[in-house]
């Protein structure tokens, strides 16, 4: 097999996983990696086998495109056609004239550098969850929506007995219906969007019958397990001393303040709070890939503006798994023809295409309802911690932008530190940007992950000499 062209795939989520069924069936030999231990991506997500869950898909829906997706790699790693490197974490991705080098580190602490070598490169490193602060919301017992979806999947706990579930996005939804549904006494499902935004857009939301259908799903759900929501509201304050003990929520008027005198307090002993997602984009603006605003920009057989590498799936935008399953199909299709010199025929995935159009349509739609309130600064307290690797709080960042001019997320980087820890500010820099009153622009990391000194010194010195192809 080693004649075939080797495609690189970075991410094994649904767009990964798709990307590598359809390039490994069409002649190309695929090197799958990824950090995670298990293939499935956060969509797929399943508990340690370690674990013996007995009936995993119960905390699923699609099942069915799992196991096909599943099966398919392992026929294709069967076969000798494709690899799945697991625990891989990609700091970097190395251009050379019609070659790539994918640097990974391995190992709990991820300080063993491993290289593989490839003809191209697919992205499909999916994305991460935006949460904005409020007071209260470093207290242990509040965690992001995703990361309680993320701990019952793959652990199958929850992280307490009352939970409110808050902040605004359709994920939301599977998050509050999973914790009901694992025993967890849901208090309410706290949504600061509009009702009126989604009458407003009811032709483009009601023309995806399958989604609404999904929709009503949760809806019966949440009434099953009697959650009380409350849309147009928001959590204001987390309380508690050593952990959290109880939220405050208020209601928004039609520009977004709180209404006045409409603060209730709830007790819970879990909050779990998203305020939509952004696109993984580190590795492709490395390679020098355009990005249109925050979403890597491809073109109709999902080419990046770079020759010889291909994005798929929520890294080119947010829309959800199927579209990334159809935006991975075409990605793989396309890599597959080109890397064996043919110009690609796109009837040969018209159904995927179409499929694409109509999720993108449906994203776009979803995506002008689903908001934050549009003053949630303004319930931001000056000794709110902001960034919390670094510890600062929005007192220091707002100094920076009234007394020293501050107006963009770099410059209150460069005068609070606000960004410069651990995460690189892929928790902060949407806050600091509200904060500031500024766009949020892509932040330009040198490298997706965190890198020992002793691994760039071994790279410099011996560019390839642990590599693997
Ligand atoms: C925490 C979380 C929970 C979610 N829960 C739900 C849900 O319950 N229901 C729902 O409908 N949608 C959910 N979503 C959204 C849904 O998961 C996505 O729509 C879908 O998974 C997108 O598929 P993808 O293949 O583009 O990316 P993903 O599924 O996110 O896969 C990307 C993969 O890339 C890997 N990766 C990224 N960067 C690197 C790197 N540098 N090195 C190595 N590997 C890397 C990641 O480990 C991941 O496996 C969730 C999203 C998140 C972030």
């Given at each position: 097999m080693t004649d075939r062209p080797h495609l690189a795939v970075i991410g094994a989520g649904p767009a990964g996983l798709a990307a590598t069924v359809a390039a490994a069936a069409h002649g190309v030999r695929v090197t799958l990696l990824d950090s995670a231990a298990q293939a499935g991506g956060q969509f797929y997500r399943r508990p340690a086998a370690e674990l013996r869950a007995h009936r995993p898909q119960a905390l699923h829906h699609d099942w069915r495109t799992w196991e096909r997706l599943r099966d398919g790699l392992d026929t294709h790693v069967k076969a000798g056609t494709a690899r799945h490197l697991t625990d891989h974490h990609i700091w970097f991705v190395e251009r050379h004239p019609g070659r790539f080098t994918v640097h990974a580190l391995l190992g709990p602490e991820q300080e063993d550098p491993v290289a593989v070598h490839a003809d191209a490169v697919l992205l499909a490193t999916g994305g991460y969850e935006k949460v904005l602060p409020f007071p209260g919301w470093t207290l242990p017992g509040v965690v992001t929506a995703g990361g309680a979806q993320a701990m019952l999947k793959g652990t199958l706990a929850v992280s307490g007995r009352i939970a409110v579930v808050a902040g605004t996005g359709p994920l939301l939804l599977p998050v509050a219906t999973g914790l009901a549904a694992a025993g967890v006494e849901v208090a309410a499902l706290v949504e600061s969007a509009d009702p009126k935004a989604f009458v407003r857009r009811t032709l483009?939301?009601?023309?995806?019958p399958g989604k609404l259908a999904e929709g009503a799903r949760y809806a019966a759900q949440l009434a099953r397990h009697r959650v009380r929501t409350l849309a147009r509201h928001t959590v204001v304050e987390g309380h508690g001393t050593e952990r959290l003990e109880a939220?405050?929520?208020?209601?928004?008027?039609?520009?977004?303040?709180?209404?006045?005198g409409t603060g209730r307090r709830i007790p819970c002993d879990t909050l779990a709070v998203g305020h939509g997602m952004l696109p993984h984009t580190d590795l492709a603006e490395t390679l020098?890939?355009?990005?249109?605003?925050?979403?890597v920009h491809v073109d109709d057989e999902q080419r990046t503006d770079v020759s010889g590498v291909w994005a798929a799936g929520e890294t080119t935008g947010i829309g959800g798994s199927a579209l990334a399953l159809a935006e991975g199909h075409i990605a793989g299709r396309s890599a597959a023809a080109r890397l064996r010199g043919r110009a690609p025929d796109p009837r040969e995935w018209a159904a995927a295409a179409r499929t694409r159009t109509r999720l993108r349509e449906f994203a776009a739609a979803l995506d002008s309802v689903y908001a934050p309130p549009a003053h949630w600064t303004e319930q931001v307290t000056d000794d709110t911690v902001v960034c919390r690797c670094e510890e600062v709080t929005a007192g220091a960042v707002r100094e920076a932008v009234a007394e020293l001019g501050a107006g963009d997320v770099r410059t209150a980087k460069l005068l609070t530190r606000a960004g410069m820890g651990w995460c690189q500010g892929r928790m902060c820099a949407p806050a600091v940007a509200g904060l500031?009153?500024?766009e949020l622009t892509p932040s330009r990391r040198p490298f997706a992950r965190p890198?020992?000194?002793?691994?760039?010194?071994h790279e410099h010195t011996h560019p390839t000499e642990r590599g693997s192809s």
């Open positions: 483009a939301l009601a023309a995806q939220v405050t929520v208020a209601a928004l008027d039609g520009a977004g303040h709180i209404r006045p020098g890939c355009r990005l249109d605003a925050m979403d500031a009153g500024c890198v020992p000194l002793g691994v760039l010194a």
